[in-house]
């Protein structure tokens, strides 16, 4: 009797294994078909080594990683309990989940750039929904459908292993795959190693577009993003990234911003050589008889001539020479130049070094004081034209910054129509201080008093400037990476190329990543190291923030 229970147990389990291995298969076909997207993403490989490690590592790959599903989560349960129903329907709903999550995946990437994770599932849970936000069903029963429809797949393929087991068995393809897939998982392994020994870009470019493949590296990425000169990273993969990018024609203004109302206020920009403290910012709400915004999450990781370049064009600093050479002004300023608006720029303090040519060209009126008693007066300030006014302190400490500013806003107080004031600190004197938050002040006649919470920088000036002084509706991106400060998504992420490395702003998180592709994160409100593990969702979100100008502008780039 006991004999006969053996037997029955035995034939049952091999069953079921030689059932599973086919069930697998079935679904090693589903997931090549469903991970094609990938390759669409990745695009036409550069030659035929490249070409033939795509489609290998495909293959192979994708193929490993379901029968690695089969091998961890199905066998041990056939081993287990080896009843026929309950593991025909466990795997069914086990690879529903897998094809499932390898669908969401395969979104992901191909919208976001990058795979699952546990950092931006809030993210890519956001971008579906807004894939079918255009559809007239729920967002969740779509998804219910489609897991259903994937579940009914499963149940189906379930069913014709096992009732075409043994017709199945005697067929040859099964082992015409395996040799297929063995031999593809040789040639890509073997094929990276040598791409990797000899810096063979146009394979390593490749590394990560599969889920759970092979770990890229940080000068990889930012070379396949278009950041890191391609020859650089194949002359010398030890070198310190040196950033770059292809820089589009910057935009004239011609005749859009037409329609706008005649201007009666003016702008005035404080700029201060050192970031505002709390006791400054609560006195300058204070003395504000608009109430005025604070700016309590603003982000500024530049030296100070850099800021200059991020504050006015409203771009990150690797468009700086690009940009600079092509002897364009900022979009702001064109129109208040056409417009004949004053546009100024004083520079405050004893032995000031003198401004970049690039910078005081900007303006029609650049002037230097060792001090503010010339036009500290209520009187003086009151009777400027509308315009842009520019004030910088570059001196230690902030007595003048402190008395002007509070001389500004006393004599506001006189006019029937206020003017706007943005007061904030610019650039960094040292590398401790990049990463930290620093406080700003918007004073907006007739807006609201609520503190702007969101991640803020210098590059939102000119597009809130457009959009609320001047009342232009040009399209931001065409020539900013900025956006209206008073419509600040919550999620945002900011990104900005330093000399010596790359910065990414998000919330309360600060990713650095150095020249030599090494990873460190901060918080921005404590100050302090978080982890240095690399963070390759964050880093692309970064490297789309800085090439949005470029990507928005690409049809214009000169030949």
């Known amino acids: 009797m006991v004999s006969t229970e053996n037997t029955t147990y035995s034939k049952r389990l091999l069953q079921l294994i030689s059932w599973g291995h086919w069930f697998t298969f079935f679904n090693i076909i589903a997931a090549i078909a469903i991970s094609i997207t990938y390759l669409v993403v990745e695009g036409s490989p550069d030659g035929i080594v490249a070409t033939i490690y795509m489609l290998t590592t495909w293959i192979s790959h994708m193929a ?8 961890l989560l199905v066998f041990p349960l056939t081993l287990l309990f080896p009843r026929i129903r309950f593991i025909r329907g466990a795997a069914s709903v086990i690879f529903t989940l897998v094809l499932t999550v390898l669908v969401i995946d395969s979104i992901s990437y191909s919208q976001l750039g990058y795979h699952l994770n546990l950092d931006s599932s809030g993210k890519i849970l956001s971008l579906l929904k807004e894939q079918f936000r255009d559809y007239q069903v729920p967002f969740y029963w779509i998804v219910g ?92 993969r030890t070198k310190p990234m040196a950033f770059s990018v292809k820089v589009p024609q910057y935009p004239a203004l011609a005749n859009q911003c037409t329609h706008q109302q005649d201007i009666d206020r003016s702008v005035f920009i404080l700029l201060n050589d050192s970031p505002l403290t709390d006791k400054q910012s609560k006195r300058l709400l204070r003395r504000s008889s608009e109430g005025g915004q604070l700016v309590t999450n603003q982000v500024d990781a530049s030296t100070t001539n850099d800021a200059w370049f991020n504050l006015l064009y409203s771009l990150p600093s690797v468009y700086k020479d690009g940009i600079i050479a092509q002897n364009q002004s900022p979009l702001l300023l064109q129109w208040l130049e056409q417009n004949e608006l004053s546009l100024s720029l004083a520079i405050i303090g004893n032995d000031v070094q003198t401004m970049p040519s690039w910078l005081t060209d900007l303006f029609t009126q650049t002037r230097y004081f060792a001090d503010i008693s010339s036009f500290v007066t209520a009187k003086k300030l009151n009777s400027l ?69 969101e991640l803020a920088s210098h590059m939102d000036i000119q597009p809130t400037l457009m959009k609320h002084w001047i009342q232009c509706d040009i399209d931001r991106k065409s020539y900013a990476s900025g956006r209206d400060l008073f419509d600040l998504p919550a999620d945002r992420v900011l990104a900005n190329t330093l000399e010596d490395g790359i910065v990414i702003f998000q919330k309360d998180k600060t990713v650095f ?11 921005n409100q404590l100050d302090t190291v978080l982890s240095e593990a690399d963070d390759f969702p964050r880093l692309i979100e970064g490297v789309k923030f800085i090439n949005q100008f470029s990507e928005t502008n690409k049809l214009d780039k000169p030949e």
């Open 385 to 453: 034209s509308p315009g842009l006014y520019v004030f910088y302190f570059a001196e230690p400490g902030d007595y003048q910054f402190s008395l002007f500013s509070d001389a500004l806003l006393l004599a506001q107080e006189q006019k029937q129509e206020q003017d706007i004031v943005l007061i904030s600190s610019l650039g960094n004197k040292s590398k401790e201080s990049r990463f930290t938050s620093k406080p700003g002040v918007v004073i907006w006649p007739h807006s609201s008093t609520n503190a702007i919470t």
């Open 145 to 236: 459908v489609s897991l259903l429809a994937i579940l009914a797949f499963e149940l189906l393929i379930s069913n014709y292993s096992w009732k075409h087991l043994k017709q199945l068995q005697l067929k040859s393809f099964g082992r015409y795959f395996t040799l297929i897939w063995v031999t593809s998982f040789f040639v890509s392994h073997l094929t990276h190693i040598w791409a990797d020994a000899r810096l063979e870009y146009s394979v390593l470019r490749q590394d990560n577009m599969l889920p759970l493949s092979y770990p890229t590296t940080a000068k990889t990425l930012l070379t396949k993003y278009g950041l890191v000169n391609q020859e650089g990273y194949i002359n010398q």
């Open 64 to 71: 490993f990683l379901t029968f690695l599903g089969f091998v």
């Open 513 to 523: 990543v150095d020249d030599k592709g090494n990873f460190e994160s901060f918080s």
